[in-house]
T-cell receptor, first 113, second 111 residues
Framework: DVKVTQSSRYLVKRTGEKVFLECVQD?????MFWYRQDPGLGLRLIYF???????EKGDIPEGYSVSREKKERFSLILESASTNQTSMYLC????????????FGDGTRLSIL | KQEVTQIPAALSVPEGENLVLNCSFT??????LQWFRQDPGKGLTSLLL?????REQTSGRLNASLDKSSGRSTLYIAASQPGDSATYLC??????????FGSGTQLTVLP
């Protein structure tokens, strides 16, 4: 079974801090994704990556950056956290060109105070 | 811009009932459609993936259909159980890999 692991289930940070969310997958998947999920807005794509060291903006990239130095790891970075980035963050991975399902981690519930 | 809608937003049924969840999308140029399940406070679990060339997929008590021309998909759950209680999300793949999600249907199966 595919295992997508997010480093923290719950995280509390302060406004202005630099925040790192880590995601690791164990199935050698090429594609990795970061989403945020908010009540009433559903899941929205922040960034995704098709390969090591490459990244593409999703629908809501503002205020975020990503890093993919190794194939199995995809990091989401909040450069200067703000209260409107309080959310549930979900990481996913998949293989192939889009004809395979995406597999999700359990999520990180991030609160910015 | 692709929009995905799921109706109803919430559904409550007694145990043992067969039920249908609905998903509609505005742009029929999709790569595939996925149905997911999400338990409270958890990530998403992939249930079924239907390629754009397929009409349906089955897994156990679940059957998903796809009608691209009308922009609709249904998820049929047979003989529902309390353990089926969760939020069910559909998502369409655009541009090869990116998903656009619906807002989900929250299902409660009463014992």
């Amino acid at each position: 079974d595919v295992k997508v692991t997010q480093s923290s289930r719950y995280l509390v940070k302060r406004t202005g801090e630099k925040v790192f969310l880590e995601c690791v997958q164990d199935m050698d998947h090429e594609n990795m994704f970061w989403y945020r999920q908010d009540p009433g807005l559903g899941l929205r794509l922040i960034y995704f990556s098709y390969d090591v060291k490459m990244k593409e903006k999703g629908d809501i990239p503002e205020g975020y950056s990503v890093s993919r130095e190794k194939k199995e790891r995809f990091s989401l970075i909040l450069e200067s956290a703000s209260t409107n980035q309080t959310s549930m963050y979900l990481c996913a991975s998949s293989t192939g060109g889009g004809n395979q399902p995406q597999h999700f981690g359990d999520g990180t519930r991030l609160s910015i105070l | 811009k692709q929009e995905v809608t799921q109706i109803p937003a919430a559904l409550s049924v007694p145990e043992g009932e067969n039920l249908v969840l609905n998903c509609s999308f505005t742009d029929s140029a999709i790569y595939n459609l996925q149905w997911f399940r999400q338990d409270p406070g958890k990530g998403l679990t992939s249930l079924l993936l239907i390629q754009s060339s397929q009409r349906e997929q089955t897994s156990g008590r679940l059957n998903a259909s796809l009608d691209k021309s009308s922009g609709r998909s249904t998820l049929y759950i047979a003989a529902s159980q309390p353990g089926d209680s969760a939020t069910y999300l559909c998502a369409v793949t655009r541009g090869g890999r990116q998903l656009t999600f619906g807002s989900g249907t929250q299902l409660t199966v009463l014992p």
